[in-house]
């Protein structure tokens, strides 16, 4: 265990499927992400070995995608339109 946890630090384990936007379009599954202070710095397979974070969660039967931050849509408009 190092001998210092960031204080912002997430890990979350197990996550049933991680699509990453790779110019592969790799799909992990049982994989692991972990963030500091809202910015992701690692991922992992199940079989490498993942850092200790302050909190861990579980991603057991979710799916982990990237977020589309700072986008303009119209996507709710169709719901609301004849």
Do not use: K
């Amino acid at each position: 265990m190092p001998a210092e946890v960031d204080s912002g630090s997430l890990l979350i384990r197990d996550i049933h499927t991680l699509v990453l936007m790779d110019e592969r379009n790799t799909v992990l599954h049982g994989a692991w992400l972990y963030a500091e202070n809202g910015a992701i710095q690692q991922l992992g397979t199940p079989a490498s070995r993942f850092p200790v974070a302050r909190r861990t969660i579980s991603g057991r039967h979710c799916v982990a995608i990237p977020g589309l931050i700072n986008t303009h849509h119209h996507l709710f408009q169709t719901l609301t339109r004849a």
